[in-house]
């Protein structure tokens, strides 16, 4: 058996992008980071077998991907709101109850995806945008596997037969109706065109300042006229600036209520969620991750679930009561 030392200096630099890798095919951040522990363990167990024919990395991606299909044999595709029904443009509607029997999709935090070389942390985080992960969900676990290896990560396609132990006409045919497939599910735009950093912090400031205050007037001008809105596990979900202020204004916005920390998410700006209970303690309440197209607000989807604020904060506790603006977490 390798040291320790040998193993991690070999293998461990793989861990981030072997996280988002895994992440892209389960849709889970949670799953994700248990099926790359379990290829570490493997890939540990079998590294005296390592004969050296490929490299560590494709050997990795093997153990991982590998790991990721055999999972999602008894596991349902992840969705958001929009992919299981029609939105409303009338936010006077009956909002269906929370549906915790549906696997959603979830977010992940940027930070997990490595702080090292500038390019790939970019590539990496491309490859995670939420509309890409989401539409990702419609195709067969086989298809994200061909095509996030072979037009996320790149590896040629008798690379790609080797890892999943097929053939190149086989990787060939399945990458021919994932893209097909990927397409009818509606337009992924890699490059969001948001903003630069200036001015986006200024509207995270300005978001962040009229959720607290509940003004959904200082709102108005930070949303496009087509705003989404989405709430998983809540299967409703809203289109159009005034369906969404609406929701918004009568059924959200409290002064004080919320407690809202900037941190980044799939590559896109996006939100710590705390709400103030009983006895004004802030308690874990969830990610809001928003979609940008210039300096708008595209799309709004809050993953109303507290379990996923300790993945993107070391402080698993409650907040004390005080009300501070929020700065961006680091």
């Known amino acids: 058996m390798p040291s320790n030392a040998e193993f ?3 293998a461990g630099p793989f861990r981030p992008e072997l996280l988002a890798h895994c ?3 389960l849709g889970s951040i949670h799953d994700a980071e248990d099926l790359v522990q379990e290829t570490y363990l493997r890939a540990w167990r079998g590294f005296d077998g390592f004969e050296g024919r490929s490299s560590v990395r494709r050997w990795l991606y093997k153990i991982a991907t590998m790991a990721c299909l055999t999972a999602l044999e008894t596991r349902a ?9 029609a939105p409303s443009d009338d ?5 269906a109850p929370r549906e915790p029997s549906v696997p959603w999709l979830q977010p992940a ?29 419609y195709l067969s676990a086989r298809q994200r596997a061909v095509l996030t290896l072979r037009d996320v990560l790149g590896f040629r396609t008798a690379e790609v037969a080797k890892i999943l132990d097929t053939t190149t006409a086989a ?23 948001e903003p630069d950093e200036g001015t986006l912090r200024t509207l995270l400031d300005d978001y962040v300042d009229a ?3 509940a003004d959904p007037d200082a709102l108005v001008h930070l949303l496009r006229a087509d705003v989404a809105l989405e709430m998983p596990p809540t299967p409703t979900w809203f289109t159009g600036r005034r369906a969404v202020l609406g929701f918004l204004s009568t059924r959200v916005l409290h002064p004080n209520l919320w407690r809202m920390t900037p941190t980044h998410a799939n590559g896109q700006p996006a939100l710590i969620v705390h709400h103030r209970a009983g006895d004004g303690r802030y308690e874990p309440y969830g990610i809001q991750v928003l979609t940008l197209l210039g300096d708008r607000i ?7 679930d507290p379990t996923l604020v300790s993945t993107f904060t070391t402080d698993r506790t409650a907040l004390a009561p005080e009300t501070h603006r929020a700065h961006p977490a680091h």
């Open 8 to 10: 991690t200096a070999l």
């Open 23 to 25: 992440y892209r095919i």
């Open 77 to 85: 595709r992840r969705p958001l709101p929009s992919g299981l029904g």
């Open 91 to 95: 936010h006077r509607m009956a909002v």
């Open 109 to 137: 935090p940027d930070a997990l995806f490595g702080t090292g070389d500038p390019a790939a942390i970019v590539a990496t985080r491309t490859g995670v945008r939420l509309a890409f992960v989401a539409a990702l969900q």
């Open 171 to 193: 990787v060939d045919s399945a990458l021919r109706r994932a893209r097909a497939r990927l397409a009818e599910a509606g337009p992924v735009a890699d490059d969001l065109a």
């Open 211 to 213: 959720f607290t205050r």
């Open 298 to 304: 595209a799309r709004i989807t809050s993953f109303n």
